[in-house]
């Protein structure tokens, strides 16, 4: 991908932490930033049920400073915010699931550890511009599509909640305290250095794993439309909200090509692999309690206000997804 | 007051646990649990800076059964809630300030315990039926006047967005749990056992032990229009919110007789109390940044739903409120 000058002329020689930067949008993150000159460290807990991956940083692991350390470690949170730049703060329980039956596990990562990064950042480095990962499950389920960013927030699960509370904080440090922040609320993304373990952090990586390994899907329901940002329109994102000063104190949705029902996500998927089969069953009654429905963002005030635009659709961000994990597969099961 | 003969019959030989109960409102509301003839257990921490006092249950405290413990010690919290068949849930960290000069420990005690008492009851006491304080600092600076229940969230302290989290874990269980609960978003509330050693629980406090002490009091603004709820009225609306089935799941606000500005409840007060003196100054920079204007609720959700309404108007409370504390100004301060 060409590099805007804009933004090299940004981030060169600047001092960047990435959080969750072994995950799969932080290292594709990280890997950007590294290519526009920046000075970047990491820290990623490496908690197995979570994202991050070293395989992840395949390439260029020595360009990068890996801190294996958790959020949730406050003391060691000071040395790892002062000095910085930019903080990219993309560390994150993300199941719904887990949410649900490890509850406090998700408050302390999503929404303690959140208030401790802050309350480090407003001690030890004030100045610094900082990036949150936000997510769509804030919103439940909508009331209107396009969900825009007005659009009440009232999530259907613990994860939802804890993560109203973390952007927040964000918000709140940068009204009152002067740190300035942007939330971006992400929808589901998908790319080379997702999880395909499992469902923890997107369906889309357990079918893809599913498809290359010969295995049928299972579509739950089925007639669901979702949008799908790929990474790189992704991380593109961050890097704008970082860079441009109007995004201070902001919360933007990202959204990505036209929304897509599930069935015919599958029936893309499948093609691309060049085979396989899907089936399509009943939400199970846990997972239906917490499902939010349709949902696909309006994502007009980041293009306004920022000139992002997704520019990946979606059947090549899924073939370049596929080709990635049949190169990698045996990194990432 | 008359006791209504049917939350007599509600509560009567009932086993009911209040959180915070030798708190302002969490003491009032167990005298009255009492009086009916429940079977009453609290839980109180009795950190200084906070709202609990012994003298709260002057009189009754041989008819209840007071625990000293924090709402953040878990593994007291199974024993603490199993076999009840009500809980008031009160227990909190009410000041603005502190929340945020100390965030963390308004999380804790807010969000965290929150989830942990939800969790306690879901594995050990499903059936509970609960009653949460919640507040309408979570409104933030209102969009509009009066504020009903479905005005954004736009909370301006660290307190505000723990006190959402803390509302929203109570909501999600009863929706995906089913554990029966209903949320109280509280306006001011005054009037006997409220804290007035500091204005940490509600200004109000600082103002009555100022004027009975013979000192002047100091309004910060003045023209800001604010509406005060009673303690009785307070204690009305969780005793039906608890004994109506319509309230489960439900939020409710509660407001009170016509709101006043703040000039206006000083001169009240000062008339109340025989003479005394305000000034009026400007907002403290630190305090600016939180306040949230004028604020009133619209209560006709609960009014309607439930049929509680506002019985005791402002004058009637505050002359109880300043008789109250000249009697027994020395157990307070």
């Not at 049920?49 to 000071?78: C, F, M, S, T």
């Not at 599913?210 to 439309?225: A, D, N, S």
């Not at 902001?250 to 691309?272: D, Q």
Request: net charge positive.
């Amino acid at each position: 991908m060409p590099v805007p000058q804009s933004l090299a002329r940004v981030f060169r020689g600047k001092r960047v932490l990435v959080t969750g930067g072994l995950g799969f949008i932080g290292s594709n993150l990280v890997r950007r930033l590294v290519d526009l000159g920046a000075r970047v460290a990491t820290v990623d807990s490496l908690v197995p049920e979570y994202g991050g991956n070293r395989r992840n940083l395949a390439g260029i692991a020595r360009q990068v400073k890996v801190h294996i350390a958790d959020v949730r470690d406050w003391p060691r949170l000071p040395r790892l915010v002062a000095g910085r730049d930019y903080l990219f703060n993309l560390a994150g329980q993300t199941s719904h699931m887990d949410s649900m039956t490890d509850p406090q596990t998700d408050l302390d990562i999503n929404c303690r550890a959140q208030l401790a990064i802050l309350e480090a950042c407003r001690q030890h480095n004030p100045t610094v511009r900082i990036v949150f990962a936000s997510t769509r499950q804030i919103y439940g389920r909508p009331d209107y599509l396009p969900v825009d960013e007005g659009h009440p927030l009232r999530p259907v699960d613990v994860n939802g909640i804890n993560k109203i509370a973390g952007e927040s904080f964000h918000l709140l440090y940068s009204r009152v305290h002067g740190i300035a922040a942007t939330a971006l609320r992400l929808t589901n993304t998908i790319g080379p250095r997702m999880r395909i373990k499992d469902a923890r952090q997107t369906f889309v990586g357990v079918w893809v794993r599913r498809l290359i390994e010969g295995k049928p899907i299972e579509v739950w329901g089925g007639e669901q439309r979702r949008d799908f940002t790929y990474v790189d329109d992704a991380v593109e994102a961050f890097l704008l909200a970082a860079a441009r000063p109007a995004a201070v104190g902001e919360v933007f949705n990202l959204g990505g090509p036209p929304p897509v029902t599930l069935r015919e996500l599958a029936e893309l998927m499948v093609r691309l692999n060049g085979g396989g089969e899907f089936t399509v069953r009943e939400f199970p009654g846990d997972r239906k309690k917490i499902d939010i429905g349709d949902y696909f963002a309006d994502d007009r005030l980041i293009r306004a206000k920022l000139g992002w635009k997704p520019r990946t659709d979606l059947e090549t961000g899924l073939a370049r997804t596929i080709a990635y994990y049949r190169a990698e597969l045996k990194h990432y099961v």
